[in-house]
């Protein structure tokens, strides 16, 4: 989903307008307009991705991404990314500062804060943790490499097997494992991949380095299911005047936040996700609401299924890795050569599934990443800016001596 067109107009639109305000009170026609804008952009850019994620979708080529999807993600990140500048157009935009600081923004505005602050912890999370499916990419390729050899013999498969159980360890230990264990579990696991490879030390302690990064980016009592069900606990809706006013995009902005880190942590593997909520509580009688309720319908239902099995997510490749990785390694198990023509026609079916998955995830998963931390850094800047603003708001409203 490409950055929409109307984009740039509209915030231009909204600065524009502003200027020539010199009394904010008189404006509220022009906010309602704003935030009439803001709701819809919102609601088409959900709806977008809601049809892609609908199984009767009759869309011709290219067809619309699969829901939680590398693409998918790209896409639900751009939207997410479109919401947030509108939205920070809207709050402080050509704005008298004095009126945030006034009730109910005075509390309002420091609870989207905070929960900026805990999204900011789960991109971390999420961009460590794309970094280890980038290692399960690669330990992908080698299998695809090892089974794509003619002729194929024993030792060719005996290699995809080691790289395929390794993933297959690695997708059941995530899930079900705190960051402490993790640690040493990744260093278990490079130093067996570098058979792999080269087996220099430098080699090997540069990845061993590496994954204990990983590890030790967030405390090892840090939870993603936690930390998404204290973003969601304090949203309240706006009543009476003010759904007309700046509290409605406040709550409409922080239901985004919550629901596009809820969809990532659902999708990537991340820490401590047991528990993730599968409902959250979005009004479905407002337009902007009905597609992330639907999405949520659908990802919460897959999420249930796939709690109770244990698993490394719900992002598409990611679960296509995991079926066609067991099926080879079943088949290694009990290979038998050479292979009469049928069960060779069936590797090789398998094997082209899975090297089709290593190129969605060889082109998507750096920029997944690279994304993931833009989002990080426009976070920390929009929450800098309306800083700044609140702080120029608590300077004017400081009595002036004579």
Request: with cysteine.
């Amino acid at each position: 989903m490409p950055t929409t067109d109307n984009q740039g107009s509209f915030l231009n639109l909204i600065s524009i307008r502003r200027n020539q305000v010199t009394n904010i009170e008189p404006a509220h026609d022009q906010d309602q307009e704003d935030l009439d804008l803001f709701q819809k952009h919102a609601a088409t850019r959900f709806s977008d991705l809601l049809s892609s994620a609908s199984e009767d979708t009759d869309a011709q080529p290219p067809p619309p991404p699969p829901l939680l999807s590398v693409s998918w993600l790209r896409n639900l990140l751009d939207a997410f990314l479109c919401c947030e500048a509108e939205f920070k157009a809207i709050l402080i935009s050509g704005r008298d500062p004095a009126l945030l600081s006034k009730p109910p923004l005075d509390r309002l505005i420091p609870d989207l804060l905070d929960r900026s602050v805990k999204a900011l912890d789960i991109c971390n999370a999420l961009s460590h943790g794309v970094e280890l499916l980038r290692h399960w990419h690669k330990l992908a390729q080698i299998a695809v490499t090892s089974l794509k050899q003619t002729p194929l013999g024993e030792g060719q498969v005996r290699r995809a097997r080691k790289a395929l159980a390794t993933i297959l360890t690695s997708m059941a230990f995530d899930d079900k494992e705190h960051t402490a264990t993790n640690s040493s579990f990744h260093g278990r696991l490079v130093e067996r991949t570098c058979s792999f490879g080269r087996r220099g030390n430098s080699n090997k302690d540069r990845y061993v380095s590496h994954f204990r990064s990983l590890s030790w980016s967030v405390a090892k009592s840090w939870s993603a299911a936690k930390q998404i069900h204290v973003m969601s606990a304090n949203i309240v809706a706006p009543r009476g005047a003010e759904t007309t006013a700046l509290p409605m995009p406040i709550f409409i902005m922080s239901n985004i936040l919550v629901f596009v880190m809820w969809a990532l942590v659902a999708a990537i593997p991340c820490q401590e996700r047991a528990g993730l909520a599968t409902h959250l509580p979005f009004p479905k009688q407002l337009n902007w609401a009905q597609p992330m309720s639907g999405l949520v319908e659908k990802i919460g239902e897959d999420w249930k299924k796939k709690e109770k099995k244990g698993s490394a997510g719900l992002l598409e490749e990611v679960q296509r890795l995991e079926r066609v990785a067991q099926w080879l390694v079943d088949l290694a198990d009990s290979f038998m050569f050479p292979m009469d023509d049928d069960k060779a026609a069936e590797v090789a079916a398998q094997v082209a599934e899975l090297a089709e998955i290593c190129e969605k995830m060889e082109e998507g998963l750096l920029p997944l990443q690279q994304q993931i931390r833009e989002v990080f850094h426009k976070m920390v800047r929009s929450r800098a800016e309306v800083l700044d603003v609140l702080d120029q708001a608590g300077k004017s409203s400081i009595p002036v001596p004579y």
